[in-house]
């Protein structure tokens, strides 16, 4: 079939009228019939649109927002595993040293040792955490963040295994050590990784803590029970269960490879945007608001883990509690997990930085009531206050953390800063240990008031705002 040479002359030949300057927009608005121009138009776009033509590029378009929206909820799938087999160690590391203090009275009368060798088993732990914050600097870039996780919680296994034996102490306080390594390694890398999400960064910041209080909240009720009876070393063999869960949680998640490609199976990217010619390493300890929030962890770490180990001694020796006072830790613990979730929406409000300050000033004044205040009862309760004001300061020092350095520096200066604040742990509740060899457990309290004023201080001086160059 042809076309007419009248049809051929009405469709392409063009219309004068509707080629002259400045008629265009009269030809498109005017209700006239359609003009010749308009109908080549037509024809060229049923051309186009005829069942002949290929239509793969139509489809390309319409399927691809599918696949986008398909991979981007089965990233955010795999975060949530990451992020709860995250949560499953920290929980591991909370139940380790929510244990502590319902324990250390037993500990002392099993071994026959007085506060300040018993609290061996805090510097030997102090060691084992300095020795895996250095190491984790190093490994972390050697090995990558799968498999010193793996490394960390093998450790673990090991110092459970040592300590459930009941052995001797020499013995026992090297699996201190050892466990020290572990959670250091651990500690540093899932601190690190959580970090550097960026989707409600604080809010899961702050729930990943909080499963850490609930470890050292739910560890208290087991171990009290554990410290009456004659196999008291047993409560370990509970640990060693959740250290070889967490082994192969691990193990199946992160499938031991580095960081940057676990990041990038949940849709983030880790790119090295550093310009320096000097290592990480190099560049971390030269930052001086690194130096200044490992202090300050290393004292509220210490501070957080003396109130929960040391408090159930004080309320013995000093308020004449009695066996059920290790249940006092437990009510610390609950309040310092329910402290990170409850005053997420007050820490957003009036911003993390001046919240901490409140916290810091309020810690301080009900610690000195149960200085001053000799009662059982209100000395329990204000306990419980005092972790609830603790509990967030923590994840707002890794949050503060998170915006004022370098992305590229950010995990293995978190890494730091965490492993010294394990070192806290082990430190000053040991401090706490040999002064109260010589002034009695009733000093407890005075340590504890001067421990937060220093780190009142060394929150002032870290910097104020957010520079962080990327």
Known sequence: MSLSPATTDSIFTPDEACLTPGAASTCRASP??????????????????????????????????????????????????????????????????????????????????GYATVSLIFVFACVGFITGAVSNVILAERLGFGKVMVLGSLFQVLAYCIESSGPPFPAFIFAYFINGIGIALQNANSVGYVASLKENAEVKMGFFMAVYGAGALSSPLVATQFSHLPRWNLHYLTCLGIAITNTIALIIVFRLKPQRECLAEIGIMDVDNSTSEHSHLRQIFANKDVHLLAAFALLYVGAEVTVGGWIVTY????????????????????GLMTGRLALLWFNEKIGERLALFIYAVLAIIFELVVWFVPSLVGDAVVVCVVGVLLGPMYPIAMNHTGRVLPRWLLTGAIG???????????????????????????????????????????????????????
Not at 95 to 102: M, T, Y
Not at 316 to 330: A, K, L, N, Q
Not at 420 to 428: M, R
């Open 315 to 334: 309320i013995i020796d000093v308020r004449g509690g009695g066996p059920s006072s290790g249940y006092i830790s437990t009510g610390f613990f609950g």
């Open 32 to 113: 006239r019939p359609l003009c010749k121009l308009d109908l080549a138009e037509r024809f060229v776009d049923a051309i186009e649109l005829s069942p002949v033509t290929p239509v793969d590029k139509q489809n390309d378009d319409f399927e691809r927002p599918l696949v986008l929206s398909a991979k981007h909820k089965t990233q955010k799938t795999r975060e949530k595993i990451q992020f709860a087999t995250l949560c499953w160690f920290v929980y591991l590391e909370g139940w380790n040293d929510g244990s502590n203090g319902p324990l250390l009275p037993r500990i002392q009368k099993v071994y026959g040792v």
């Open 416 to 470: 730091w800063i965490a492993g010294v604040g394990q070192a806290g742990s082990a430190l000053v509740p040991f401090m706490v240990g040999a002064i109260a060899q010589k002034s009695g457990i009733k000093s407890l309290q005075p340590v504890l008031v001067g421990i937060l004023g220093l780190m009142t201080i060394l929150w002032a001086l870290a910097s104020h705002g957010s520079r962080r160059p990327d």
